[in-house]
């Protein structure tokens, strides 16, 4: 076909928006889709609601969003008993939010969790939530019983105070730091999540987070990236490639890689009677990855039709389980 010919035929196709179609890109090639490999992380966002309101929330928790409403301990435990019962070989339990130590059953469902033999990580800013004395009291009842089959990984967006109250507000290093060292104290296993929105190059922002750790005497080793897990930025209003199907090759990256590919997040939308479960814990407002009410449901495949797809997983590399 020649040049001429080629010109009219894409003048004549129309384009589709960006992440408009699951099935092709704007330009018509096979969108990427991920298969559920096996479900080895089980992700329950315990509500939005957090004691702080960060200025890049990735889901925008606020002392006032309540979109996604409290979990249950009970509702837990029914996901808990559908892994059993289909056998689907899950070692991890993870809690998100907001913050996870708002709900009033966290600690109910945390102990659900540990006395089944499950591994769990929990994400949490440590500040005031966790640190009230009944929380730190039965925290560490629980880490006496299970060890270091409980993980907490704490948010240090930056590892000077000036960046990460830019993000998080005044007041919030002390209180975090406060956090931190107490559950360091008490031999808690322990990460830290950073973020790169500053965009300060890998190596220097692990020695950054290395000479804090060493300042206050934190056990973590700054340069494994499970110890410090440092997240890509997520704009949703950037412009973002699409992951076709001849993606995987061009990139080198294997779709076993994607968090979609090992795990799936129960979140309770507000108003609900009952949960849902979605393809992944950075999209809880997309009704387009909502899975549906079981398990079972929600072992087929996943489409990457979204920015966060591309930006996050793919080509930012990340995870938010434990690798």
């Known amino acids: 076909m020649s040049s001429q ?54 889901i925008d928790s606020s002392p006032t969003n309540d979109r996604l409403a409290y979990l249950t301990a009970g509702e837990v435990a029914v996901y808990l008993n559908e892994l059993t019962e289909l056998n689907l070989g899950t070692r991890q339990i993870g809690f998100t939010g907001g913050e996870p ?17 499950f591994e769990v990580l929990v994400l949490t800013n ?6 009230r004395p009944a929380v730190r009291a039965q925290m560490l009842e629980l880490r006496e019983a299970h060890g270091d089959r409980l993980h907490l990984r704490v948010s240090l967006d930056h590892y000077t105070s000036e960046l990460h109250e830019e993000e998080r507000g005044v007041r919030s290093w002390i209180a975090a730091l406060r956090g931190l060292r107490w559950l360091a104290a008490n031999g808690f296993r322990l990460s830290v999540a950073g973020r790169t929105c500053w965009g300060e190059p890998e190596a220097e922002l692990r020695n950054g987070y290395a000479r804090l750790f060493a300042t206050e005497g934190l056990p973590l080793d700054a340069y494994d990236p499970g110890a410090l897990v440092l997240f890509p930025e997520m704009d949703e209003a950037a412009d973002v490639p699409e992951i076709t199907v001849d993606c995987w090759k061009i990139l080198g990256v294997e779709p076993s890689a994607m968090m979609c590919a090992t795990s799936r997040m129960v979140v309770k939308r507000r108003g609900m009677t009952s949960p849902s479960v979605l393809t992944c814990t950075l999209l809880p407002y997309d009704s387009r990855f909502e899975l549906g009410p079981s398990l079972r449901d929600a072992l087929g495949p996943v489409r990457l039709n979204h920015p966060h797809c591309a930006r996050f997983c793919v080509l930012g590399g990340a995870s938010c389980s434990v690798t």
């Open 126 to 131: 440590a500040m005031q939530p966790l640190m």
């Open 101 to 117: 130590f708002m709900n009033p059953d966290m600690l109910a469902m945390l102990e659900e969790c540990l006395g089944r033999g």
């Open 5 to 58: 010919a080629t010109h009219q035929l894409r003048t004549r196709t129309p384009q589709l928006a960006k992440f408009g179609d699951p099935r092709v890109t704007a330009t018509g090639a096979d969108r990427a889709v991920v298969e559920l490999g096996r479900l080895e992380t089980l992700w329950f966002n315990t509500g939005t609601l957090c004691n702080i309101e960060c200025l890049r929330c990735y």
